[in-house]
C-alpha cells in the first residue's frame, strides 16, 4: 500500500523525519492517485496514517495541488467518510 512505501522510505535526519523515495517510486505514487481522482469529478482528499501524512502532502503538492491529505486523528467523529479502495503502488 501507499501508506507502506512511504513510511519505508522515511528516515529521521537531526530530529526531523524526512521522506527519500526513489524517482521511480515517487512518480509510480502521484501516478497512482492521479488514477484515482480520475475516477471522481471531486478534487481528491487522501486519509492515511498521522506518520506518513506530512510525507504524502509533500509528494503530491506540486502535481496534485488540489489534493487534500489529512490523518485520520485530524477527522471529526461525527461526519461520513465515503470510502474508495487503497491506493497501491507497486503491485
Known amino acids: 500500500m501507499l501508506e507502506d512505501a512511504l513510511r519505508e522510505?522515511?528516515?529521521?535526519?537531526?530530529?526531523?523525519?524526512?521522506?527519500?523515495?526513489?524517482?521511480?517510486?515517487?512518480?509510480?505514487?502521484?501516478?497512482?492517485?492521479?488514477?484515482?481522482?480520475?475516477?471522481?469529478?471531486?478534487?481528491?482528499?487522501?486519509?492515511?496514517?498521522?506518520?506518513?501524512?506530512?510525507?504524502?502532502y509533500n509528494l503530491l503538492r506540486n502535481d496534485i495541488p488540489e489534493a487534500l491529505v489529512l490523518a485520520y486523528s485530524e477527522l471529526p467523529t461525527d461526519i461520513t467518510i465515503e470510502r474508495r479502495p487503497p491506493i497501491t503502488v507497486g503491485a
Open 9 to 56: 522510505s522515511s528516515q529521521l535526519v537531526e530530529g526531523e523525519r524526512v521522506t527519500a523515495l526513489p524517482p521511480e517510486l515517487a512518480q509510480d505514487i502521484v501516478q497512482a492517485v492521479r488514477l484515482a481522482r480520475a475516477q471522481t469529478a471531486q478534487a481528491p482528499v487522501l486519509v492515511t496514517q498521522a506518520e506518513v501524512r506530512r510525507s504524502l
